[in-house]
């Protein structure tokens, strides 16, 4: 396997598929698979891939159907974001994965595994894996799990599609600074959809179709998501602009994925029963 620290435009694939194709990642932690007390600062944060997909172009939508996600034996939670500057020193806890949960200061948690950094290249300056945007990336949406599509605006020729940084468990916002961070085993199905679905990564779950913006505040990443729903719903539904935004209002729901990363990632849910 290979990894990536930036998503760019110039990395060399390290496979090619022509699309429909599965594909397996294999992905390390955010920690390099090492203890954040060892891991080294530049090598936080990989992706693996990028995977090359023949008959992917720009202003495509890429289609990635997450088809499962294995964990390694064990994942490591960390103090940092909010709480950081409350608690001095470093502490985190390596948490073995036992039958589907951790346990954690003597509670069992069920695990929700997802995927913390999913995107593509985009077509300008490279950006590194920890930042989200438009391309995706670093997102940290907790409905990226197994069953969720994610939908990615195609950039450059081939899309360019990496993942990793998958999470056992984390609640919205990763407000404590991490969530247990693993590495994995990632299934997917890529598909290639023609024209632009959004110009934001949309995720589609059993129950909603969601968009995820990301932004330097989580106000205006806010706005972005009420935003980029409304214009979606206008145009997939063919209702004028006024009756989406009403209808978004009173059904969906405004999200904070997380507020940790270099920019912060809202996302908008809307229920696909209203579709
Ligand atoms: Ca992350
Ligand atoms: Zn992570």
Redesign the pocket.
């Known amino acids: 396997m290979k990894y990536i620290y930036d998503f760019s435009k110039d990395n060399e694939p390290a496979f090619r598929v022509a699309a429909p194709a599965s594909y397996t990642f294999k992905t390390l932690s955010?920690y390099g698979d090492l203890t954040p007390d060892i891991c080294e600062p530049d090598k936080i944060n990989p992706a693996t891939g990028p995977l090359f997909i023949e008959g992917a172009h720009p202003g495509d939508t890429l289609k990635v159907t997450i088809k499962s996600i294995d964990l390694a034996p064990s994942g490591v939670v960390k103090v940092s974001g909010f709480m950081k500057h409350q608690i001095e020193g470093l502490h985190w806890h390596q948490l073995a994965i036992e039958n589907n949960s951790v346990v954690l200061a003597g509670r069992r948690l069920p695990l929700k595994k997802m995927i913390?950094v999913i995107g593509v290249a985009p077509s300008d300056d490279p950006v590194p894996t920890i930042t989200p945007g438009k391309h995706g990336a670093n997102m940290?949406a907790k409905i990226i799990g197994e069953g969720s599509i994610v939908y990615l605006p195609v950039q450059v020729e081939g899309a360019l599609l990496a993942m990793g940084?998958v999470?056992a468990l984390m609640g919205d916002g990763e407000t404590g600074g991490?969530?247990i961070?693993i590495g994995a085993k990632i299934e997917v199905l890529v598909e290639v959809i023609k024209g632009q679905m959004s110009q934001w990564p949309m995720v589609e779950t059993e129950d909603f179709i969601s968009v995820i913006t990301s932004a330097p505040t989580l106000d205006e990443a806010s706005e972005m998501a009420v935003k980029e729903m409304a214009s979606y719903l206008a145009k997939t539904l063919e209702l004028p602009l006024p009756e989406a935004t009403m209808l978004l209002g009173l059904a969906g729901d405004l999200k904070v994925c997380q507020i940790v990363n270099p920019l912060k990632t809202a996302r908008f849910e809307f229920p696909k029963k209203y579709l």
């Open positions: 955010c913390g940290d940084d999470h991490t969530g961070e």
